[in-house]
């Protein structure tokens, strides 16, 4: 049976987790990043691999968009030229902290909904093409660790009938009889995000649509209502394509990710620079202190303030709704809080968390 992933809870916590890597990183005289580094970027090879996969792509877009109608590149001598300086520049990869940050966002959107739901990524990231080859297949092989039988039985299937190019519905029929056949032997997603938790705190339930009863339909309905008005101060990856109107949102795991092959690397990083997640957003008073938390703030706030202890996040929200002046609420939470968890007053997740509880009362 398949898990369905809540694609907006990984959409939040993919940059939240992506926000602290970076940082962790790039940190003293560490201006870029390699591409040997890049496969030991963490101690998840999964995730490593797929930042190799992203970067690839959008190399790939760049090297066509080389290409111009005043010259022949389908000459020999052509075609082998610009090859060599291709195969020469992928040997020299140095990425700054802010073209590296959308790699890493989407690679661990990709690696936790592929953990969870396989059969859903590999259909939307891999097949999604009206004909597809064997040897893109392999080619995207090589980014695969987790489940990887899946992909090679494909690509073995396919091979057996004697043909490179295949329909994509073909393929789909092939895919879904291998996935039936393979389903009970997957590896459980809980492997992998515990690996992910070791770092920033995360569980399947948070990430997965779970059944609800009816009161906490209503309380969750209420708070995403709310949240739908501040989410575009702080989550780059949720805007829209330009052309798509504003209202449109993700609704499938194939909307996703589709969506997200269609950002070019410019349109992400002008995104990110007006939805910077610690240091944008409105300064209007704030009547519900809970409810303004976009949930990619929360997971930072509950790991880097309050280690990972969400009771006593939500309890030192509930205490300072309570207090008649942010005078109040801010003893509160140094009495209580930062002495308990040392918190450092100049440290930016500190300073932002100060700066709400402080536009409650203003």
């Not at 080619?139 to 039985?153: D, G």
């Not at 939500?314 to 968890?341: F, H, M, P, T, W």
């Amino acid at each position: 049976m398949q898990t369905k992933v809540d694609l907006p809870k990984l959409e939040s916590y993919s940059i939240a987790l992506s926000e602290k890597l970076c940082n962790d990183y790039y940190q003293g005289s560490t201006a870029v990043i390699t591409g040997a580094e890049i496969l030991k970027f963490t101690g998840i090879d999964q995730l490593n691999l797929f930042i190799v996969k992203n970067l690839f792509d959008r190399w790939k877009e760049e090297s066509y968009k080389l290409r111009s109608p005043y010259f022949d590149y389908e000459q020999e001598e052509v075609k082998e030229a610009l090859t060599t300086f291709l195969n020469k520049l992928s040997k020299h990869i140095t990425i700054r902290k802010e073209f590296f940050k959308p790699l890493v966002r989407k690679a661990v959107a990709d690696t936790l909904a592929y953990s969870i739901d396989p059969y859903q990524f590999l259909k939307a990231e891999f097949l999604n093409k009206p004909i597809i080859s064997i040897a893109e297949l392999m080619e995207r092989e090589k980014y695969i660790k987790i489940n990887k039988f899946l992909i090679q039985s494909l690509i073995k299937k396919l091979q057996l009938q004697n043909k490179s190019g295949f329909s994509e519905q073909e393929v789909l029929n092939y895919f879904e009889e291998i996935y039936k056949n393979y389903e009970s032997s997957l590896e459980p997603p809980t492997r992998y995000i515990e690996a992910f938790s070791a770092t920033l705190k995360i569980s399947l339930e948070d990430l997965t649509a779970g059944e609800k009863n009816a009161g906490e339909v209503k309380e969750t309905k209420k708070e995403q209502s709310s949240e739908k008005e501040k989410e575009s101060e702080f989550v780059a990856f949720k805007q829209p394509l330009k052309d798509l109107p504003k209202e449109k949102t993700t609704t499938t795991i194939n909307d996703f990710f589709a969506r997200n092959k269609q950002l070019s690397l410019n349109d992400v990083m002008m995104k990110e620079e007006e939805a910077n997640l610690l240091t944008k957003h409105r300064k209007s008073k704030i009547h519900d202190l809970k409810a303004a938390v976009p949930i990619n703030l929360r997971f930072i706030f509950i790991n880097e303030l309050f280690k990972g202890n969400a009771d006593d996040y939500n309890l030192a929200i509930v205490q300072v709704e309570r207090c008649e002046d942010y005078e109040s609420a801010k003893n509160i939470l140094e009495q209580l809080y930062g002495r308990k968890y040392e918190w450092n007053k100049d440290k930016t997740e500190v300073k932002e968390f100060y700066e709400l509880v402080e536009r409650r009362f203003y």
